[in-house]
């Protein structure tokens, strides 16, 4: 028996105009995203008001088309604009038209605010929608790539070295140029580039120096502080304090080992632990809700490699919209006692564990090496580590700690593994917060989307005492022949009333009555 193959026929054109609903899904992430974007309200995004210039594309379609990309893993502003054209669900959402890569990129890059509210207002929807409730939230961070590379880094040192010896060589090829009888192409060029880098050289020195004057403004007030200190213990006592004068800082530019990015100035050297490599990175934080949604309810960007000071921005950037949290479980990379002591006194729980993490795992069977497994966990010694210590001990520290590992690691493992989300496409870190906290929305939509599709799920399907033992096979065929055949009726029906409509556009008289 000769094999057979299923008929493909390219050539032979469509009889009726094809229902771009018809190829999407039911279920698809598309029509949630519609339906939700169309409920915010977009005041805050540019819009050219005056009219003038080509037809804008509405704001509307504009977010939800990046929110649907960022969910599926298309970042790149010219491959959302081929997407346009391949992808049926992008063509729906679109509903075929085809903003280009510079529309798109311009629109990303001027509604940074624009989508901090938008975060703010689907945090709100998910409350209205009962599947939202702010009490227990987790925090974390994770280093993602910044759009620079490594080797772009300079010190102040040798910027200030090159600076001079571009300068050297601008003023050596200006001279050559005016030496010339005829003028040479390649000399303006060679000039332009050399001066291109020296601004650039010239930007570096200026950030170095600006961030060595923060240090010296941090030193001073610490230089301040010993000073009062010890003039109210001379008080106190009546005696002369024991021990070196503190000596006044100086900090200075060309003494510091600290690097500028040329691409990215705002970028900084990290690794997450010895083991890893050093990247040119970002900090991006995430408060996620530990009671049950998983949803993002605060983020924002850290130039910081550790989040030894990124408690309170945490804490700080939940919308004030949504309260503030009953607790925060935080990891021990989070320790700090002072910031312990003014949350606390706002009325927050901290559940911080003072610990390395694989203090709290207990493991049956041990697999590391005994230099590994048998390192002795350091115990604190200030007295606010050690009552926090004894918290995380007692059974309702242990169960609220539990929760922290299982909801704010899994939605960086979804935002990197699944939705492929794993170094900015912008520049500076007003920018870089803002492409952040587009991917938060997206998130936040995309598990939205999945909870409301498996509450849908859990109310359609039967119980088993409320089956019809008496409904038979072919009742049930029946049934769903008769839905099949009613969507397809619907269809020619709305197909047909289109054709009938162009067939009468086309054949009205023309205004000169010809």
């Not at 469509?14 to 915010?40: G, K, S, T």
């Not at 620079?148 to 003023?171: C, K, M, T």
């Not at 007030?221 to 006044?248: D, L, N, S």
């Not at 910031?339 to 207990?362: K, M, P, T, W």
Request: proline content about 4%; glycine content about 6%.
């Amino acid at each position: 028996m000769p094999a057979r193959f299923v008929s493909v026929d390219r050539n032979t054109p469509m009889l009726l105009p094809p229902d771009l609903r018809e190829w999407v899904p039911e279920d698809d992430l598309v029509h949630f995203v519609i339906e939700a974007v169309d409920r915010l309200p977009l005041k805050k995004f540019r819009v050219n008001h005056r009219g003038t210039g080509d037809k804008q594309f509405p704001p509307h379609m504009m977010l939800a088309l990046l929110i649907y990309s960022y969910a599926n893993g298309l970042f790149s502003s010219r491959k959302i604009e081929r997407a346009t054209h391949r992808d049926v669900a992008m063509r729906y959402l679109t509903a075929g038209t085809h903003p280009d890569h510079d529309t798109i990129c311009k629109f990303r890059r001027e509604n940074l605010e624009a989508f901090q509210e938008s975060f703010v207002d689907v945090l709100e929807l998910a409350r209205e929608l009962k599947l939202l409730k702010l009490g227990n939230v987790s925090l974390d961070g994770t280093h993602l790539k910044a759009n620079a590379s490594i080797d772009q880094n300079v010190s102040y040192q040798r910027a200030v070295a090159i600076r001079e010896q571009l300068r050297l060589d601008v003023d050596e090829l200006l001279a050559q140029a005016d030496a010339e009888e005829e003028d040479s192409q390649k000399l303006p060029e060679e000039i332009a580039r050399r001066e291109k880098l020296a601004s650039k050289m010239e930007r570096a020195i200026e950030e170095l120096e600006a961030r060595a004057r923060q240090r010296q403004q941090k030193a001073e007030a610490k230089y301040e502080a010993k000073k009062a200190e010890r003039r109210e213990k001379q008080k106190k006592t009546g005696k002369k304090c024991t021990g070196r004068e503190p000596k006044r800082p100086v900090k200075k530019a060309e003494d510091s080992k600290e690097q500028c990015n040329l691409s990215d100035p705002d970028a900084r050297i990290m690794r997450k632990n010895k083991r890893a490599s050093f990247t040119q990175s970002y900090n991006a934080q995430a408060a996620v809700d530990a009671d049950g949604s998983q949803l993002v309810v605060g983020q924002h960007v850290s130039q910081s490699a550790s989040d030894y000071a990124e408690l309170e921005n945490g804490v700080a950037s939940i919308p004030s919209q949504l309260g503030k949290p009953g607790s925060v479980l935080a990891d021990a990379g989070y320790v700090n006692g002072d910031a312990f002591d003014r949350l606390e006194q706002d009325g927050v729980e901290i559940y911080c564990s003072v610990h390395r993490e694989d203090a709290h795992n207990e493991r049956h069977y041990d697999f590391r090496p005994e230099k590994a497994s048998g390192r002795a966990v350091k115990e604190p010694s200030d007295e606010r580590l050690v009552a926090m210590r004894d918290k995380l001990r007692t059974e309702e520290g242990k169960a609220l700690y539990g929760r922290r590992n299982h909801t704010v690691e899994p939605v960086f493992g979804i935002i990197k593994a699944a939705m492929g989300f794993r170094g900015f496409s912008l520049r500076g870190k007003e920018k870089v917060s803002g492409e952040w906290t587009l991917v938060c929305l997206a998130y936040n939509l995309k598990r939205l989307h999945g909870m409301v599709e498996g509450a849908k799920n859990d109310a359609g399907r039967p119980k088993s005492s409320s089956i019809n033992t008496n409904m038979d096979s072919n009742d049930i065929r029946t049934s769903v022949a008769e839905r099949l055949l009613r969507r397809i009726i619907g269809t020619i029906c709305r197909r047909l009333r289109r054709l009938a409509a162009e067939s009468t556009a086309k054949l009205a008289p023309s205004p000169t009555g010809s």
